[in-house]
């Protein structure tokens, strides 16, 4: 049993505070991830410029919700969960944000004009996690449903699995049939930013994971 | 409220250990970034190799600082602050020292001889972002000039802000017109490890604002 | 004087059950490097390949390992050490058998037939740093012998200083005398994967030292 929920017992817990700004912050991330899927299918140049436009404007907007737990974290003395807890998985869905804006930003910068199916696949990857991600947030308040979390976050690590093996795959082909060593860099950079948004989404899922155990 | 802020009533703080091992820490960076911008300003390469050396040495003065808060906050039971913050800010703090370090010594490994206009204004970017850190730490101490820290809190973030925009645009050139891709992931390495310090500059702000919020 | 020395004196320490697990990991590890040192030493490639796999089975043993941990600290309310420090402990375990795996993974993936001496040189500097990482963990259950412990902490430090000054030469000899870029990245990553595991040996010893002051 952790400090929090000894005095969970006798004081409320302040839910309403916590549980919307995660759901704001993993539903802006499906966002991002929607649009980054779009902007990687996309076949004018012009309109995935304007899709990293959009992507880099909402990591802005998740900066923000990320920033405002961090404040409420810091004025409440009793939280929902373990502290460390509610700073891991804003932390961790900051993160993800980061790397798909990122990732948005490098294929932008390095003007990379022939999306490659490993960059498809991943961007593809990070959407499906992103969508697991926001469902099992969206159960955390009350958690009735202890089983859908747990579920969630399997299917992420699952998809994390599978994001390994595409970048794996991906970079092995690049050092074997790319003969030119700065398409290399660009493409190698790129895959690795998408490969690292799937890690950061089983960050999420494994403090997830431990709040559950902490709140059996 | 956090339990730090409850213990503080009865125990009397012990703000002598922590606050002057925090300065030293800062003025350390300081006079690291001060070296660094010598050195990227150097017109010799002899000059510059000698200041490489001095950062060194400073990089060692500022770890066995870190080291010794570390030690006090495994010693002490009541801290001024919260002890993840504690942890934080000065791991923060070492993070740039670290930074400083590791840019100064790739640009001495991989033998750079041109300077050029990204690496020094990051080099700049880097001094301003430390002496508004030096500021804020000088004022933790007595938290009577809050508003001094957040405004350097404030420019931090904002310097941050300005040194990922010149590193973006380094970035794209390099891509965009060296040909050489031994040289490109040379410089390109340098303007990361740049870029990083000032990140870490802003880590350090982003704890002391949480300081502030919660010793309000 | 932590909180958890405070409770300490009422509440039986449950030390069954953490530090067979730090045990087991820090086993894990030692096995790890000795595999890894054996591949990078091995002349045929088959043979390699077959290390390789034996790597990649023992770091996901190490990662239900870490987990194991993880949930154990979630249901625990009284640990043996501060819950941040075995938590710690844990992630700079696991970090060691990541990279390890990494390093392995990145050899097989790049295709690297020759084996240079620095990459013979920081796997083995691995293997004694791991060495030392579970000779340290073992004591950790009875702090009897603390010495021993910050003897091994001791060694650990000067063993990751000397993993920097080969990766430093080695990278410096690449950009000195490798020509051929792609290739020049190729070994680049696989020694800095490597000398990053000789840094979270470094994290870890420091978790340990901190451990023994808390406890002294």
């Known amino acids: ?129 992103s969508i697991d991600l926001q469902k099992a947030v969206g159960e955390l308040k009350d958690l009735k449903n202890v089983r859908n979390i747990a579920e969630s976050c399997i299917r992420i690590n699952s998809i994390e699995n599978q994001a390994d093996y595409v970048f794996d795959r991906a970079v092995a082909d690049l050092f074997l049939y790319e003969k030119d060593a700065i398409r290399l860099i660009k493409y190698k950079e790129i895959l690795a930013a998408l490969e690292t948004a799937t890690d950061r989404c089983e960050d999420a899922a494994n403090v997830m994971e431990s709040i559950i155990v902490k709140n059996a």
Chains 1, 2, 3 share one sequence.
């Open 1 to 129: 049993m952790s400090l929090n929920s000894i005095f969970q017992y006798f004081v409320p817990k302040d839910k309403k505070i916590f549980f919307p700004l995660f759901e704001q912050a993993a539903v802006n991330v499906v966002e991002m991830a929607t649009l980054l899927v779009k902007a990687v299918n996309a076949a004018e140049v012009s309109k995935r410029e304007t899709l990293y436009q959009q992507i880099d404007k909402l990591e802005n907007v998740g900066d923000e919700i990320t920033h405002q737990i961090y404040l409420e974290l810091g004025k409440n003395f009793i939280t929902p969960f373990d502290r460390e807890d509610i700073h891991s998985l804003a932390t961790a869905i900051d993160d993800v944000a980061d790397l798909i804006q990122g990732s948005a930003n490098r294929m932008s910068l390095y003007q990379i004009s022939e999306m490659t199916e490993p960059i498809q696949k991943l961007s593809d990857l990070i959407l499906q996690a």
